[in-house]
């Protein structure tokens, strides 16, 4: 099991990548090593943790990430708040503006009731999503695109992305991949971690390789 003298030693070296057969696994820290750093949890500080899952399946690949990661993070006395958009009432953004991209939408659902308070006194924000035509599920880029009523109040923090497909593909991952660092760039957010597991189109794959493991070291070490 790795400690945290030994992960912080993991995330200063850069990117590290490994794919396993049958489902293939990649954890990519951050490329700045000085921001790798400043994003590993110093000893004795505890971080809120807003999760966000985009999947439509409560037992399916992604959920599993989910619940490994908080397991992981909770363990260590983090504090985390889930979200799972799927079962949630939620609706897209109107682009009307009214919220003045500082103030309550006019969409009174969970995503502005329950959701954003815990989003705005976030440390760090994990998204987490099954690969739906190489892109994100609309149920997580539904809560997304809401960011826009608290644009500059959800910017410079702290995030993840977790997600699994069924393609195995070396490219399998690219577009959301990119997005992500979009998204990332424009939020002023600090990337402290990627884990992406390919050829993981059902819940027995995923189960049987090391990736819940993997879920669950990221969420301790974070």
Known sequence: MMNRREFIKFSGAG????????????????????????ATNIE???????????????NGTSALLADRFI???????HTVYRFNAAFEDTHPCLGCNRCGRDGACIQGDTIE????????EADLIVLITPLYYYGMSTQIKTVIDRFYARI?????????LMATAWNSADWTMSSLVKHYESLVQYMKWQDIGKVLAIGCGYRSAIERSDFPNQAYQMGVNI
């Open 71 to 77: 397991e992981g993070a909770q363990s260590v006395g």
């Open 113 to 120: 009731k329950d959701l954003m308070p815990h989003l705005l």
């Open 152 to 160: 500059e109040k959800l910017q410079n923090k702290k995030s993840i």
């Open 44 to 58: 004795g500080e505890n971080m809120k943790i807003v999760v966000i899952t985009g999947s439509p399946h409560r």
């Open 15 to 38: 990117i590290f990548t490994l794919f396993l057969s049958g489902c293939g696994l990649s954890m990519l820290p951050g490329e700045n090593t000085d921001n790798a750093k400043a």
